[in-house]
């Protein structure tokens, strides 16, 4: 959505407020495509495109400790 991280909780809160939801209550995806208008499809799409992300990082830096390992092995 292109906000900011206090204006994200803030909208999360509005929603939780809406739907009778307490705090810390988890929005389904369903509920804020259906709060914010935005395409199911399009927040799925990007869900898994950070999900991707997320793993991509996580085996780049295993890959990298293994590396600084072996050089440390071989010093």
Not at 53 to 59: A, N, Q, V
């Amino acid at each position: 959505m292109s906000i900011s991280y206090d204006d994200a909780r803030q909208k999360m809160q509005q929603m939780r407020s809406y739907y009778g939801k307490q705090q810390r209550a988890l929005i389904t995806i369903e509920e804020f495509c259906t709060y914010t208008n935005i395409e199911k499809s399009y927040v799925h799409m990007h869900v898994v495109s950070r999900k991707m992300e997320i793993e991509m990082i996580k085996t780049l830096r295993i890959s990298n400790l293994k590396e600084l390992r072996t050089v440390n092995c071989e010093l």
